[in-house]
């Protein structure tokens, strides 16, 4: 998996890489109505216990994308996708404050798009 679209993360006492992947991005706006919608939700939240949903579901998302990717490649030997529940088990809320540098970096990274500008000829007629 490229390493230019993933961030580190540890859940429990394993790392997982989130991804974020056309997959993803099609759960993220059926649930925020797109990417740019995500942040203001995540930071209105009306209450602590609402917030925390929405960073585990995220989490969650994010970390199993690169598990079916993985999956996809080694058809023989799965592994176990994470569930909202394993997250919330295995994190304490600080843990999840820490990794909202990981969630915006894997967010950028999936949605940046590399643009290449052609250099200007010698014969452009300038405008």
């Not at 991005?25 to 939700?41: Q, S």
């Not at 990794?99 to 970096?105: R, S």
């Amino acid at each position: 998996m490229n390493n230019e679209r993933t961030a580190n993360i540890m859940i429990g006492d394993e790392e997982h890489k989130l991804l974020l992947t056309t997959k993803a991005t099609k759960e993220i706006a059926g649930r925020y109505g797109g990417l740019e919608n995500l942040g203001d939700k995540l930071m209105k939240s009306k209450n602590v216990e609402m917030a925390l949903s929405e960073i585990v579901w995220l989490i969650t998302l994010l970390a199993n994308q690169s598990i079916l990717v993985y999956n996809l490649k080694h058809k023989e030997q799965p592994k176990d996708l994470l569930t909202e529940d394993k997250v919330e088990i295995l994190t304490s809320p600080i843990d999840l404050a820490e990794y909202k540098e990981a969630i915006m970096n894997a967010l950028y990274k999936g949605a940046k798009r590399n643009i290449e500008s052609e250099p200007e000829s010698k014969n452009m007629v300038a405008p």
